[in-house]
């Protein structure tokens, strides 16, 4: 009998979740005793952007399986969704593109993320809100104040620390990115790194990395919570907010800081282009027949078995599509140092031997996943065992296809 299905296993489980679903409860109970009202009635405001009750319980279900959670953690998610407002953000931006706020938050057709993100509690954000100069300065004073440890830094771009953080400079008083954000995330009850440039430096700090550009923390030396991605999906953000009302913790995170939740397999395990793989149909050269039928991307510089992500599960724009279903191959954009490992893009890895492959991307797999830092303790323990059966099973796929 698989352990999976052993009676004994299956209990402890359950009480698991049990005991998970308890601390869930009376950290949401203290959330709305002691956060600010919600700013908006997310209800309403769902119905305003045609949004039914119905779309609103599928999106439950979807979150809650997302997170790793049993069903009956949905009115738990839906009640997080409710008082998702509750939680004050302090949005920092530092050197990038402002491409990750652009993704989050512009949307034609929104669904139920893309409204929450609409309802997140901002007290800073440079691009979005109306003040500038010495007026933004004030807000950011008065927000950290009033929120003391209380609120959620989120971090949008990499720090250069060349000539002592010179390269970036901002505000009426000049500060260099560096000094703010050591100010403000040491008063922040959790600091989440959004996009691959505040995680790890992204393009900023490929070489020769003239500013010597870096994660923030590599530049601050705080530990944050890796949202990777160029740009990330809004799913694995929300999700990490909603995970944090819930349980009043961060998710369990992987040796990169980045959720298991979300970045804990392959884009490779849940690409639908997978059979072509195991089947060897390849597209060889941009538009051949192979292309025209959907087959594997490998040969044409697909890094979906180096990178972790569950962009082929969750997809993009409102779930429609996502890279590989467009027909391009993964760039590997949610892995450290991306541009300088990953390249050239439209080519397989030199050095990866095709005829060993699955051998050589297990490896990967492996070394990559084999570090997992613990956040909350209860969800922590639960996902590790949950995660131990997989990685079994993922491994005695493997053997068969050996
Ligand atoms: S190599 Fe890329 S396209 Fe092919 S199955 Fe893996 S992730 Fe999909």
């Known amino acids: 009998?698989?352990?999976?299905?052993?009676?004994?296993?299956?209990?402890?489980?359950?009480?698991?979740?049990?005991?998970?679903?308890?601390?869930?409860?009376?950290?949401?109970?203290?959330?709305?005793?002691?956060?600010?009202?919600?700013?908006?009635?997310?209800h309403e405001l769902l119905k305003t952007r045609g949004i039914t009750r119905r779309d609103f319980v599928k999106w439950t279900a979807a979150m809650t399986a997302a997170l790793m959670l049993p069903p009956m953690f949905k009115p738990m998610v839906a009640k997080a969704a409710e008082n998702f407002s509750r939680i004050p953000v302090v949005w920092l931006h530092f050197a990038e593109c402002t491409g990750c706020t652009e993704a989050l938050l512009r949307s034609s057709y929104p669904n139920v993320d893309d409204i929450l993100l609409e309802t997140i509690s901002l007290e800073y954000h440079e691009t979005l809100m109306a003040a500038s100069g010495d007026q933004a300065e004030k807000c950011l004073e008065d927000a950290i104040h009033h929120f003391k440890g209380k609120f959620i830094c989120v971090i949008e771009g990499a720090l250069p620390r060349g000539?002592?953080?010179?390269?970036?400079?901002?505000?009426?008083?000049?500060?260099?990115?560096?000094?703010?954000?050591?100010e403000v995330c040491k008063e922040a009850a959790a600091c989440i790194a959004i996009g691959s440039c505040s995680?790890?430096?992204?393009?900023?700090?490929?070489?020769p990395n003239p500013t010597d550009a870096v994660s923030i923390k590599e530049a601050i030396g705080i530990p944050t919570v890796n949202i990777a991605g160029c740009p990330p999906n809004v799913v694995n953000f929300t999700g990490t907010l909603l995970h944090y009302i819930m349980f009043g913790g961060l998710p369990a995170l992987d040796?990169?800081?980045?959720?298991?939740?979300?970045?804990?397999?392959?884009?490779?395990?849940?690409?639908?282009?997978?059979?072509?793989?195991?089947?060897?149909?390849?597209?060889?050269?941009?538009?051949?027949?192979?292309?025209?039928?959907?087959?594997?991307?490998?040969?044409?510089?697909?890094?979906?078995?180096?990178?972790?992500?569950?962009?082929?599960?969750?997809?993009?724009?409102?779930?429609?599509?996502?890279?590989?279903?467009?027909?391009?191959?993964?760039?590997?954009?949610?892995?450290?140092?991306?541009?300088?490992?990953?390249?050239?893009?439209?080519?397989?890895?030199?050095?990866?031997?095709?005829?060993?492959?699955e051998a050589t991307i297990d490896n990967i797999g492996i070394a990559l996943t084999g570090i997992a830092a613990l956040g909350i303790a209860a969800h922590a323990t639960a996902t590790a065992l949950r995660h131990k059966d997989e990685d079994q099973a993922t491994k005695q796929e493997v053997k068969q296809h050996e």
């Open 1 to 42: 009998m698989a352990k999976g299905n052993h009676p004994e296993y299956q209990k402890m489980i359950d009480k698991q979740f049990k005991d998970l679903m308890k601390h869930c409860q009376s950290h949401m109970e203290q959330v709305e005793k002691t956060l600010p009202e919600p700013r908006e009635n997310l």
């Open 163 to 182: 000539l002592n953080g010179q390269y970036l400079r901002i505000g009426p008083k000049g500060k260099t990115g560096i000094e703010i954000a050591k």
């Open 199 to 207: 995680a790890f430096g992204n393009i900023q700090s490929a070489k």
């Open 255 to 357: 040796g990169l800081g980045r959720p298991i939740w979300a970045y804990g397999k392959r884009i490779h395990d849940y690409c639908e282009r997978r059979p072509h793989y195991d089947a060897s149909e390849y597209v060889n050269e941009w538009g051949d027949a192979g292309a025209l039928k959907g087959w594997c991307l490998y040969k044409v510089g697909c890094k979906g078995p180096y990178t972790y992500a569950n962009c082929g599960r969750v997809r993009f724009n409102t779930g429609i599509s996502w890279p590989i279903m467009a027909g391009h191959g993964c760039i590997g954009c949610t892995e450290p140092a991306f541009w300088d490992t990953m390249a050239p893009l439209e080519k397989p890895l030199p050095d990866k031997s095709f005829n060993n492959r």
